[in-house]
């Protein structure tokens, strides 16, 4: 009897896939796409289009940090509503006019440091990344003897929201916990932007960030690590394009990768 034909043309160097969550070697049928990885994508943009438009439970958020122990305040945006944010940039680096009144009737103020969580481009990343990450920061921080301020969760945010937060709560500095514009493989990707001296009309150029935090990216212990490196080396001088991360030459950094890739093998 003849052996039936594979119709699908496979990738000399599909051994490769194994190793990257990447859109790699990814075969053809005839002059098209296998229908096994069209379906693929189709789910992975649907994921990626969940993330940017399903609002974060920040209640859920709230109740899951204060079981740790934090305080927790709830601001928002300028946006009032994710199509408006998703339009309107702009109004998602400006508190609305309630939180602002909120943080300024705020007793708790002048923190070192002033963390906020927003939901970003992906709700889905502060919702599972954000406490389990603090849990790994929070003690180095502490560790250097610095005052950590009360926990923001900040809905319809951008990164530069941080900014009039922090000059309201006269904090040190400023880092932000936020969700990141989602890719068809990752779209739970939280990125931290820290803000030294903290004021109204910071550029991009004046923070510091880490990208791809999340257990299949940049894992939490690496990138609690690499953000406590960052504030310690912002106590003696600005953030942004001058301050470079060298946290890769500490010699607990090598400990911390030698941990992670044994965790990674059980």
Not at 19 to 30: K, Q, Y
Not at 82 to 110: F, H, N, T, V
Not at 112 to 129: C, E, K, Q, T, Y
Request: with cysteine; charged share 25%; net charge neutral.
């Amino acid at each position: 009897m003849k052996e039936k034909q594979n119709p699908i043309t496979e990738d000399g160097w599909s051994e490769l896939s194994r190793l990257t969550a990447a859109r790699i070697a990814l075969g053809r049928a005839g002059n098209s796409l296998p229908c096994r990885e069209t379906l693929r994508f189709a789910l992975a943009h649907a994921q990626a289009r969940d993330a940017v438009h399903t609002p974060l439970d920040a209640s859920a958020l709230a109740e899951e940090l204060a079981t740790d122990g934090h305080r927790v305040i709830d601001i928002r945006s300028a946006a009032s509503s994710r199509p408006e944010y998703l339009q309107r940039p702009d109004l998602g680096r400006r508190l609305d006019d309630a939180s602002r009144a909120r943080l300024a009737a705020e007793p708790d103020k002048g923190c070192d440091l002033l963390i906020l969580i927003g939901d970003g481009l992906s709700s889905r990343a502060p919702a599972l990344h954000a406490a389990p990450l603090l849990r790994e920061l929070l003690p180095r921080v502490r560790e250097m003897g610095l005052r950590v301020g009360p926990l923001l969760i900040a809905r319809e945010a951008r990164v530069a929201l941080g900014d009039e937060a922090g000059e309201i709560m006269v904090a040190r500095m400023t880092a932000m916990l936020i969700g990141e514009r989602p890719g068809l493989s990752s779209p739970d990707s939280l990125g931290l932007y820290l803000t030294a001296a903290p004021l109204a009309g910071r550029s991009d150029a004046e923070r510091n960030c880490i990208s791809n935090v999340r257990p299949d990216g940049l894992p939490y212990p690496l990138a609690a690590f690499k953000l406590a490196w960052l504030i310690d080396a912002a106590l003696r001088q600005p953030t942004g394009v001058g301050l470079k991360d060298g946290s890769a030459a500490d010699p607990r950094w090598a400990a911390l990768l030698a941990r992670q890739a044994c965790l990674a093998q059980r």
